[in-house]
C-alpha cells in the first residue's frame, strides 16, 4: 500500500511543483489580477480550505449587482503556494463589486472597483477569514470528533460569517504570472459604500466584518 | 438524495429504511436552512444598530402570569424601549 502510495506521489509530483499554470492574455482585453488567501478553522482547529471570492458588476443606479455576469473565483488559479492561490480573470470594463467571499455575501456594504478597457487590475491579497466574535474559535479536533459522534454533525454550534483581510500585493505575496509580460499592472482603488441585495443566498456580512459597522464598535449599543 | 439499497433486506425494508432516513435528512436540511434565515436577519438588525437582551427567566415568568395579552404586549414594550435596558447583551 505504501509503494502504491508513494508512486501516486511520483507520479504527481512534477504538476504539483508546476504551479503556474500557462494562460495567454488577450492584449486589449481587460482582466482583474487577485491572489485569495486560504480560509483557516471553518470547521476545525489546524485545517483550512481554498478560499473563495466572488466578484460582479456593481450597477450604483439600482445598487444591485449584475447577477449575469458574475464571477466565482475557486477553480483553475493561475499559481498556487501552501498559503493561498492566485487568479488572473477576464473581464468586461465596468464598475465592479467584492459581491462575496466562501459563502458570505457582503450585502451589508462592500467595496467597488473601476476595471477600463485594457486595463489590469490588481485587487492584492484578498484573505477571507471567519468572523468570530471575541472569545468564539473554531472547536479542536477532539472537540470536533465528541460533537459528530454525540449531535451527529461536526457544523460549529455558532455558524459565523466570513470577513475579508486585504492588503496589497507584499513582497512576500505570489510573482505576477509570467502571461502578464511587460503590461502594465495597476494597483486598485477599493472605494466604500456598496450594497445591495444578498444575492448569494448565504450568510450576510461587511467586508471587512461587523468592526467596520458604523460605530466601529461592535460592543456598542448603535452598532452590534 | 443517495440512500443505499441494502440486498440483505426486502424490497418492503429497503423502501422502509429510505423514508425514515429521508424525513431524518429532511429535518436536519430544514433545520440548517431556518438557522441561516435566523442568522442572516439578526447580523442585518445588529447590523442597522438594534440589540437583542437576554432577561433572566423570573422576568419571562412574570410577564408569562400577566392576565391578558394586551399586558403582556405592554410590559415587553416597556422593556424595548426602556432608557436602561434590562438583561446581558448578545453580540450578533
Redesign the interface.
Known amino acids: 500500500m505504501k509503494k502504491v502510495l508513494l508512486a501516486i506521489l511520483v507520479v504527481s509530483a512534477p504538476t504539483m511543483a508546476a504551479d503556474q499554470r500557462k494562460t495567454t492574455l488577450q492584449p486589449d482585453a481587460s482582466y482583474v489580477l487577485v491572489e485569495i488567501g486560504k480560509l483557516e478553522g471553518a470547521m476545525v482547529k489546524g485545517f483550512d480550505n481554498p478560499g473563495s471570492l466572488t466578484i460582479a458588476p456593481y450597477d450604483s443606479t439600482t445598487h444591485d449587482i449584475v447577477a449575469a455576469q458574475r464571477i466565482v473565483l475557486f477553480n483553475k488559479p493561475v499559481a498556487k503556494s501552501k498559503l493561498s492561490r492566485q487568479y488572473v480573470v477576464k473581464v468586461q470594463p465596468a464598475t465592479w463589486v467584492i459581491e462575496g467571499a466562501s459563502g458570505t455575501a457582503f450585502s451589508?456594504?462592500s467595496k467597488t472597483f473601476v476595471v477600463h478597457p485594457g486595463e489590469i487590475v490588481d485587487l492584492g491579497v484578498m484573505k477571507p477569514e471567519i468572523d468570530w466574535?471575541?472569545g468564539e474559535g473554531p472547536k479542536s479536533m477532539a472537540g470536533s470528533m465528541l460533537s459528530t459522534a454525540f449531535f451527529?454533525?461536526m457544523?460549529p454550534k455558532q455558524?459565523r460569517?466570513v470577513r475579508i483581510k486585504w492588503t496589497r500585493r507584499q513582497p512576500t505575496s505570489l510573482p505576477l504570472p509570467a502571461s502578464i509580460g511587460e503590461r502594465a499592472v495597476t494597483p486598485v482603488t477599493l472605494i466604500d459604500g456598496a450594497t445591495f441585495d444578498?444575492n448569494l443566498g448565504?450568510?450576510?456580512?461587511?467586508f471587512a466584518g461587523?468592526s467596520s459597522?458604523?460605530s466601529g464598535d461592535?460592543?456598542s449599543?448603535?452598532?452590534? | 438524495m443517495l440512500v443505499p439499497q441494502y440486498s440483505t433486506l426486502s424490497p418492503t425494508a429497503n423502501a422502509a429504511s429510505v423514508a425514515i432516513a429521508s424525513l431524518f435528512a429532511g429535518l436536519?436540511l430544514r433545520d440548517?436552512g431556518k438557522?441561516?434565515i435566523r442568522?442572516?436577519e439578526r447580523?442585518?438588525m445588529?447590523?442597522k444598530?438594534y440589540?437583542r437582551y437576554r432577561v433572566e427567566k423570573p422576568v419571562v415568568v412574570a410577564i408569562d402570569k400577566l392576565p391578558t395579552d394586551e399586558a403582556k404586549i405592554e410590559r415587553y414594550f416597556a422593556l424595548a424601549t426602556a432608557s436602561v435596558?434590562t438583561g446581558e447583551?448578545i453580540?450578533?
Open positions: 451589508l456594504g466574535l471575541d451527529g454533525s457544523k455558524v460569517p444578498n448565504g450568510l450576510i456580512n461587511r461587523r459597522r458604523p461592535p460592543a449599543p448603535s452598532s452590534s | 436536519l440548517s438557522d441561516t442568522l442572516v447580523t442585518c445588529a447590523d444598530g440589540a435596558p447583551r453580540s450578533e
